[in-house]
């Protein structure tokens, strides 16, 4: 069956650096375009960043561009989210998903202090 697992969240402190790795199965990652996605508490879902099947193309909303980096490894089926220069308002799960269909996993709690 699709599973995608998140892993890599924690506490981090204002200006630090956290890597979100997401290891999806049960289906052929590389078919899928893909993306993180986060939910602060009490806030609307908010898209974070996409790259295409081949990791060619990459796409960021304004409030990571520059600081985030997302990438894939297809012969590892596993999507990657490099998070730079942490502020406090990147406290959020953050959620990896295929854009086709936002099929989502369990998400990985990033804190910013």
């Known amino acids: 069956h699709v599973q995608l697992v998140e892993s890599g969240g924690g506490l981090a402190q204002s200006g630090r650096s956290l890597r979100l790795s997401c290891a999806a199965s049960?289906?052929?990652?590389?078919?899928?375009?893909m993306s993180w996605v986060r939910q602060a508490t009490g806030k609307e879902v908010e898209w974070v960043a996409g790259i295409s099947r081949g990791g060619e193309t990459t796409y960021y909303a304004d409030s990571v561009k520059g600081r985030f980096t997302i990438s894939r490894d297809n012969a590892r089926n596993t999507l990657y989210l490099q998070l730079n220069a942490l502020r406090t308002e990147d406290t959020a799960m953050y959620y990896c998903?295929?854009?086709?269909?936002?099929?989502r996993g369990q998400g990985t709690q990033v804190t910013v202090s």
């Open positions: 049960g289906f052929t990652f590389s078919s899928y375009a």
């Open positions: 998903a295929r854009v086709v269909d936002d099929y």
